[in-house]
């Protein structure tokens, strides 16, 4: 009983996860970029939901609108930060990573002056407030809906990527950037789009977590670290392995803290996370290439 | 000044000198520049700063200069091995706990508990492993060799299996992020969230007394100027080599039959037994010790510093961190609200735009004359070679 219980928190911290890793594993994998700017696109995502609400009555409208425009809103603030900055250091990846950290930072600011530095709650609509019972277990619909949200945004990117033309292209300059350049692929709009839809899926994972707590300024840096251990985990670029490592990674978290408590919990799985990659150290699944490490 | 550093270079006493085989070394230009270097830190840090300095901001010099400890560490393992490592924190704050640990057992009576944990009541004996940081013989050694050990262990296990680069940086911060979180989840043996505070006996000093205080700050001073040393010698040595070897050409340096992965590792360790005694000098000038203050935030404010100095420079992380850090709280006491604006400004300034940090602005600005006399190509020296990474 308390297993389930646990087996589904995990479940759904996995779903969190999953919807934070998706558009990093996504950028990662194509551009050797690190966006530590994910947590705050997230944030955004999240004020989506307050600011419509200050607008809309209706909490599900709402929520199903927030989707969409936290989608577009996250990703136009990626889509800038990719053409000012970011372009310039697509053959240096660590330094990406501190100068998206410098953007997150800038960001964090930013919403602490607009929306102040306290904690802002969300209306859930009525429908999500309440738990679906299955046999003699209770699951909340808030983590249901997340669940459904975070498969569904798996499933338009897989079929996204399998049987559209963008999906080709990026899967072409995925798996050879030059040859895909030679073939007359644009690779730099290209990467611009795979910006756009990354990072707007943090705006959609943003909108998500407003139905578990409320939102501050500062609450993308409590998922961003978790979400970059699923990427590391799980194969960059790879969304099998996001996927299967994202639910790996939450039940694993929830099951250790019902044993031991939360605060050994993130060491243990941190260690977990070390032997692990002793075993895969490209992660779970990798791109096979013949070059060197 | 010139004409005087002339006649100096050409006093037959310095010939003489040079040819003496004892003390020939020690006069070679070379030598002569480092030393004369040190003597003017040494007059900087022990002669200038105690009298121009109130006391007040002495104290805060203090704090920088612990970060800068840090950041020399930094300097080694990033600039000059390109580990980035987002995790210095985790080894900031072993060192910084452990000093914390036995400043706070020396405080406290024989037999009785430490306050905090009488407050919280969680235990009702010593943990049996604070037992040995009682004595200074445990204590002192542990808050370099818990680091470096911790950070060879974890190291050696992840570059072995040729985990670098960006994956490195990642777990390095999940790391940070992990030991925070574990230090406020033991509350009752580790203070949690507020940490170990009010530390005012330093080996039977008085903390409270600012005459020591300016002690701690002179022997903090001592410890940076033989931290760069060390730095200097290791980046100088053929080791040091081999460390940029090993960032700039990792498969080559496989292949002509060194370990990488024990020459990362033992950079990796020597950063980590910088920042432990970085830490422990911050609990020393500082007094108290948080999570709050070791945790990721920290530690990648750490890097701040170091990237805008000049990462793969000697003097440029520790000169870097004390101007970031002074100017940090200069702008934070005057615009309160916008200091994170500028933090992250820098971030992006320096990273994008001055890879090399200000210790290259003259290079860089050499480039952008020599691009713009069209004369001759930009003799630029590439101080920035961590910035090409190796693409294998």
Redesign the interface.
């Known amino acids: 009983m308390i297993v389930v219980n646990q087996l589904f928190t995990g479940i759904s911290f996995g779903s969190l996860l999953l919807l934070i890793a998706l558009g990093l594993t996504l950028i990662?994998g194509q551009m050797?970029v690190?966006n530590m700017a994910q947590g705050e696109l997230f944030m955004f995502g999240a004020y989506t939901v307050y600011v419509l609400q200050l607008f809309m009555t209706s909490a599900g409208l709402s929520l199903f609108l927030a989707l969409p425009v936290a989608f577009v809103v996250s990703g136009l603030i990626g889509l800038a930060m990719e053409v000012l900055?970011i372009r310039?250091?697509y053959?240096?990846?660590?330094?990406t990573?501190?100068?998206t950290?410098?953007?997150?930072?800038?960001l964090?600011?930013f919403a602490?002056?607009i929306f102040g530095a306290t904690n802002k709650q969300t209306k859930a609509p009525e429908w999500l407030t309440g738990a679906v019972e299955i046999g003699q277990f209770s699951f909340p619909a808030s983590r249901l809906f997340i669940l459904a949200l975070a498969l569904g945004s798996v499933l338009a990117l897989s079929l996204t990527f399998k049987f559209t033309p963008l999906g080709r292209r990026i899967r072409a300059v995925v798996q050879n950037r030059r040859l895909a350049a030679t073939s007359g692929i644009p690779t730099s709009r290209v990467d611009r789009t795979t910006f756009f839809i990354g990072c707007g899926l943090a705006g959609i994972a943003g909108v998500a977590l407003t139905l578990l707590g409320a939102i501050g300024p500062t609450m993308g840096?409590s998922y961003i670290?978790?979400a970059?251990?699923v990427?590391?985990v799980g194969g960059i670029g790879q969304l099998k392995g996001t996927v299967i490592m994202a639910f790996a990674i939450g039940m694993a978290s929830a099951l250790i803290e019902y044993q031991v408590?939360?605060?050994?919990a993130?060491?243990l799985?941190?260690i977990g996370?070390?032997i692990f990659?002793?075993w895969r150290?490209q992660g779970l699944f990798s791109q096979q290439t013949r070059?060197?490490? | 000044m010139n004409a005087m550093l002339e006649k100096i270079k050409t006093h037959p006493m310095l010939a003489k000198l040079q040819s003496n085989p004892y003390l020939g070394r020690v006069f070679r230009p070379g030598p002569i520049r480092t030393m004369s270097g040190f003597a003017a830190g040494g007059i900087l840090l022990f002669l200038i700063a105690p009298v121009v300095l109130s006391q007040f901001r002495l104290e805060l010099l203090g704090k920088y200069l612990a970060f800068a400890i840090v950041a020399s560490g930094i300097g080694l393992a990033w600039g000059r091995g390109g580990l980035l490592t987002l995790g210095q924190g985790v080894f900031f704050g072993i060192g910084a706990y452990a000093m914390a640990m036995h400043l706070k057992l020396s405080q406290t009576p024989d037999g009785q508990l430490p306050d905090f944990m009488q407050l919280y009541g969680e235990v009702d004996r010593l943990p049996a492993w604070w037992e040995p940081f009682r004595y200074s013989w445990f204590a002192i050694p542990a808050i370099i060799i818990v680091p470096a050990a911790i950070a060879y262990l974890l190291g050696a296990m992840i570059f072995r299996r040729g985990v670098r680069g960006a994956y490195f940086a990642i777990l390095s911060q999940a790391l940070a992020a992990a030991l925070a979180i574990f230090i406020v989840g033991q509350q009752g043996t580790t203070g949690g969230t507020n940490g170990l505070t009010n530390l005012n006996n330093f080996f039977g000093y008085d903390l409270d007394d600012p005459v020591n205080r300016r002690m701690v700050y002179f022997i903090i001073a001592g410890v940076l100027l033989a931290v760069i040393a060390i730095t200097r010698q290791l980046m100088f040595s053929r080791y040091g080599e081999l460390l940029v070897a090993t960032r700039d050409a990792y498969q080559r340096v496989r292949f002509l039959g060194y370990n990488p992965a024990r020459v990362l590792s033992v950079a990796f360790a020597v950063s980590a037994a910088m920042a432990g005694l970085g830490g422990a000098a911050f609990v020393s000038i500082v007094g108290a010790i948080n999570p709050a203050s070791i945790d990721v935030v920290p530690s990648i404010a750490f890097i701040i510093g170091v990237a805008v100095g000049g990462r793969s420079t000697l003097l440029g992380p520790v000169l870097g961190a004390v101007g970031v850090a002074w100017f940090g709280t200069a702008a934070s006491e005057a615009y309160p609200d916008s200091w994170q604006y500028i933090q992250g400004g820098m971030f992006i300034l320096v990273v994008a735009f001055l890879p090399g940090g200000l210790a290259t602005l003259p290079a860089a600005f050499r480039a952008i004359k020599g691009k713009w006399d069209d004369r001759k190509p930009p003799g630029a020296p590439s101080l920035s070679g961590a910035v090409q990474e190796a693409s294998a």
């Open positions: 990662f050797n690190i900055l310039r250091l053959e240096r990846p660590l330094d990573l501190l100068v950290w410098g953007v997150a930072l800038v964090q600011q602490r002056n840096q670290v978790d970059f251990l990427v590391v408590g939360p605060s050994l993130k060491v799985v941190f996370i070390v990659l002793q150290p070059s060197l490490a």
